[in-house]
């Protein structure tokens, strides 16, 4: 390109839209980068694995397992009683909760403490849904056998 004797464009004005600021609040799930509703929403659907065959025996499976809480008895909470639609939940620290049945409501951030277990039962009858806006596993989640 061959030079010119036209002035070069003057600058743009300065932009309308000021930069979002930083929030002050400290978030308890880091700084992200977060997978939100806004962002992001997907339905996950985990298939029924095949049925064992007549003569064979299942064994570890951890929905049968010994000493689970249920998440739909209110012994289970340290607030004495069962979690509330929109609610964040902490399980408590060194359980196994186990979820038996379709719960019809929608909660915050579901969140498994290093020492605990979230296990969804094996219903035959119903598949188990389960909405919640996030998760935070830092213990284990379980479904199936």
Not at 96 to 104: L, P, R, T, W, Y
Request: with cysteine; hydrophobic share 30%; net charge negative.
């Amino acid at each position: 390109s061959q030079p010119t004797n036209k002035p070069t464009p003057s600058p743009s004005p300065e932009p309308t839209n000021q930069p979002t600021k930083k929030p002050t609040a400290i978030s308890p799930y880091g700084d992200g980068p977060f997978v939100t509703l806004a962002s992001s929403s997907e339905i996950v659907t985990i298939p029924r694995p095949p049925l064992p065959s007549s003569g064979e025996h299942r064994t570890n499976c951890p929905h049968m397992e010994t000493g689970l809480l249920s998440w739909h008895d209110a012994a289970t909470w340290v607030y004495g009683r069962v979690p509330w639609a929109g609610e964040d939940v902490t399980l408590p620290t060194n359980s196994k909760v186990i979820i038996s049945q379709s719960i019809a409501k929608e909660f915050g951030v579901i969140t498994v403490p290093p020492t605990s277990e979230l296990i969804f039962d094996e219903n035959v009858a119903s598949p188990i849904a389960f909405d919640i806006a996030g998760m935070d596993v830092r213990g284990a989640l379980r479904a199936g056998s």
